[in-house]
């Protein structure tokens, strides 16, 4: 596993698991990732949205011979606070491996038919308390569950774009060479990259760090006291982000690189437009007549506002990003490239 992705699955492992106020007794804390659970069979068999096993099935263009390897990822609960060790389980090829880590057991196999593989990652953990809840299941579970495939020749199929037998995971293509496989525990795109600008995990590095770290910084003294309490994974975690300083919190604010093309290169989008007949340029005066129901956007109904960037989508359609003119922090606004975004038939030009 190249470098890149090992940190994008180490910073998703704890996704869900801990996430804002990063308290034990959080309801978002108690609910952990939409897929990657496996429980044990006995609780599984309960509900048809629980799973004993999570299993990726993918299409490759590869050659019959092609070398293939599998690695999975995980969280093992443990104590009594909120806690759990990360866990790591290889295969070097197509075949089938048992596991166990305390009382948490398992089997993790690898095979390819034809142009189809297929990863399986199953709980054997016994679990004798059929009548258990779900707090109790989950000390028994494989949490945050993430499999990687991978492929030493040719290259695998889009997940995104196939009907695969894929369940309890997302697993989308994850490098630029298409030779790896992530099956990931939430909704992911296609080669999805931490942010360059990341700090460092704060189990979630992808796209939200900037409100994580602001919300870090604002926990109630209570709240940094039952953190101590619970993962030192957690604790070290809240502590750096705690020490974030102002231009650490600039620096992770969303931004809109150019493109070479773009002129003047820090203008990004299109200078002009033709829509419909109509012609928007950048710096023109639009009024705004939403036709939504967005109380964000109806009270801005019949407002004066200055086109500051056009773009077009891959789709062909048309975003004016507007500042409103007698908004007092226009210029802050348009100085930091937060806009308020309307389609073309949402304005009338003035």
Same mark, same amino acid.
């Given at each position: 596993m190249n470098t890149q992705l090992e940190a994008l699955v180490t910073s998703m492992l704890f996704e869900g698991y801990a996430l804002y106020p990063y308290t034990p007794e959080a309801a978002k804390n108690s609910t952990p990732t939409p897929f990657g659970i496996v429980y044990p069979s006995s609780y599984a068999a309960q509900a048809d949205n629980t799973h004993d096993f999570l299993q990726v099935d993918v299409g490759i263009e590869a050659p019959p011979d092609a070398a293939?390897? !599998?690695?999975?990822?995980?969280?093992?609960?443990?104590?009594?606070?909120?806690?759990?060790?990360?866990?790591? $389980?290889?295969?070097?090829?197509?075949?089938?491996?048992?596991?166990?880590?305390?009382?948490?057991?398992?089997?993790?196999?690898?095979?390819?038919?034809?142009?189809?593989?297929?990863?399986? $990652?199953?709980?054997?953990?016994?679990?004798?308390?059929?009548? !258990?809840?779900?707090?109790?299941?989950?000390?028994?579970?494989?949490?945050?569950?993430?499999?990687?495939?991978?492929?030493?020749?040719?290259?695998?199929?889009?997940?995104?774009?196939e009907a695969g037998a894929n369940v309890n995971c997302w697993p989308v293509l994850a490098t630029e060479s298409d030779d790896a496989v992530l099956a990931a525990s939430y909704v992911l795109p296609d080669h999805p990259e931490l942010a360059p600008n990341s700090k460092g995990d704060l189990f979630d590095g992808t796209e939200i760090e900037e409100a994580l770290l602001l919300h870090v910084q604002a926990l109630s003294e209570g709240e940094r006291e039952a953190i101590e309490d619970q993962d030192p994974a957690v604790r070290e975690m809240v502590a750096r982000a705690a020490a974030a300083t102002p231009e650490d919190l600039?620096?992770?604010?969303?931004?809109?690189?150019?493109?070479?093309?773009?002129?003047? !290169?820090?203008?990004?989008?299109?200078?002009?437009?033709?829509?419909?007949?109509?012609?928007?340029?950048?710096?023109?005066?639009?009024?705004?007549?939403?036709?939504?129901?967005?109380?964000?956007?109806?009270?801005?109904?019949?407002?004066?506002?200055?086109?500051?960037?056009?773009?077009?989508?891959?789709?062909?359609?048309?975003?004016?990003?507007?500042?409103?003119?007698?908004?007092?922090?226009?210029?802050?606004?348009?100085?930091?490239?937060?806009?308020?975004?309307?389609?073309?038939?949402?304005?009338?030009i003035r």
């Open positions: 293939l390897s !599998a690695q999975v990822r995980f969280l093992e609960p443990g104590g009594e606070r909120h806690q759990a060790v990360p866990r790591r $389980v290889e295969l070097d090829g197509p075949g089938t491996e048992e596991f166990s880590f305390g009382a948490l057991s398992g089997r993790v196999s690898l095979e390819r038919s034809g142009d189809r593989v297929r990863a399986r $990652v199953e709980n054997l953990t016994h679990f004798d308390e059929p009548t !258990a809840d779900r707090p109790t299941a989950l000390r028994s579970s494989l949490l945050s569950t993430h499999v990687v495939v991978e492929t030493g020749a040719g290259r695998f199929l889009s997940p995104l774009d600039f620096r992770l604010h969303g931004v809109m690189q150019p493109t070479p093309t773009d002129e003047p !290169a820090n203008s990004p989008g299109e200078s002009e437009i033709e829509v419909d007949g109509r012609v928007f340029r950048r710096g023109g005066k639009v009024v705004l007549r939403p036709r939504g129901h967005d109380i964000h956007d109806t009270i801005l109904d019949g407002r004066v506002a200055t086109v500051e960037r056009i773009y077009v989508d891959m789709d062909d359609k048309v975003h004016l990003g507007l500042t409103v003119d007698d908004d007092p922090g226009q210029d802050v606004m348009r100085t930091s490239g937060r806009y308020t975004f309307f389609k073309p038939d949402e304005v009338e």
